[in-house]
């Protein structure tokens, strides 16, 4: 029998993590806020037999590493010297935060330990990790979502067209302004810039409410979108689901 279908033979001995800030080319300025650098989580998944899993995580806000460091270290003293599997840990984590809720902070790191085990588990039956979940690598579409901030309609004309260098093919606009019509605007105009075969896609960053996103987003349906991307909270999954209803243009969430 292989060691894939005996089970995995390693155990957890620790769980690290490093937390980085890193500077961004562009700034990511939403309906919410401005981020000039990406604040990060490193993690490492050591094991009994040296093999290490890794997987990173992005925390949107620098003081955030810190909380998502702390829960990370929760679930790691909880499994350290469990054997390596990923299914079973992820639930006794889950079980583990369930009073305080298993959302934000600690659902990150639930989310970095169970990359981190996972990618362990592929190094040590030397299989890439989308084999050992089932695909198998191939090459897949990428879009550019670094910039195409609040900006004037000119200016994110000219940086859809910058952000196209590297190969991309689509790029991703910021959309929730107070006046409907400026986020139109904005869209007309990146499309207007772009070649007929790059892919256009909007992301409200959940700033609408769901009346809002239900007068505003048909608006967008004939500006050769993509997707609309996150025009409500991220688990109103009602109003998405009303939304995709009316909209001729997917709705991503």
């Not at 993690?43 to 899993?53: A, N, P, R, Y």
């Not at 806000?61 to 469990?82: N, P, Q």
């Not at 840990?89 to 935060?97: K, P, S, V």
């Not at 909007?202 to 987003?217: K, S, V």
Request: glycine residues 6%; aromatic residues 4%; charged residues 20%.
């Amino acid at each position: 029998m292989t060691r894939a279908s005996t089970g995995p033979a390693l155990r957890i001995v620790r769980v690290t993590a490093t937390a980085v800030d890193v500077p961004m080319r562009r700034p990511l300025v939403t309906s919410v806020q401005t981020l000039r650098s990406a604040p990060m989580l490193l993690v490492d998944l050591h094991t009994d037999e040296g093999i290490t899993g890794h997987a990173y995580v992005f925390c949107y806000l620098r003081r955030m590493t810190v909380a998502v460091k702390a829960a990370l270290e929760e679930a790691a003293a909880l499994v350290a010297g469990s054997a390596l599997a990923p299914r079973e840990l992820f639930a006794c984590i889950r079980r583990h935060f369930r009073l305080v809720g298993a959302t934000g902070a600690a659902n990150t790191a639930l989310a970095a330990f169970d990359m981190a085990a996972w990618d362990a588990l592929a190094r040590m039956l030397g299989l890439p990790l989308a084999t050992l979940l089932g695909g198998s690598p191939r090459a897949l579409p990428a879009y550019n979502s670094c910039g195409l901030g609040m900006s004037a309609p000119a200016e994110l004309a000219d940086e859809a067209l910058a952000l196209l260098e590297g190969g991309f093919t689509a790029v991703k606009v910021r959309l929730g302004r107070a006046d409907a019509a400026q986020d139109l605007e904005a869209v007309r105009a990146i499309r207007r810039a772009l070649p007929d075969s790059v892919r256009l896609m909007a992301d409200y960053n959940q700033a609408l409410t769901r009346a809002e996103a239900l007068q505003r987003c048909p608006m967008l349906d004939d500006e050769g979108l993509t997707w609309i991307e996150e025009p409500v909270r991220h688990d109103d999954y009602a109003g998405a689901a009303e939304l995709a209803a009316r909209l001729r243009t997917p709705v991503q969430i």
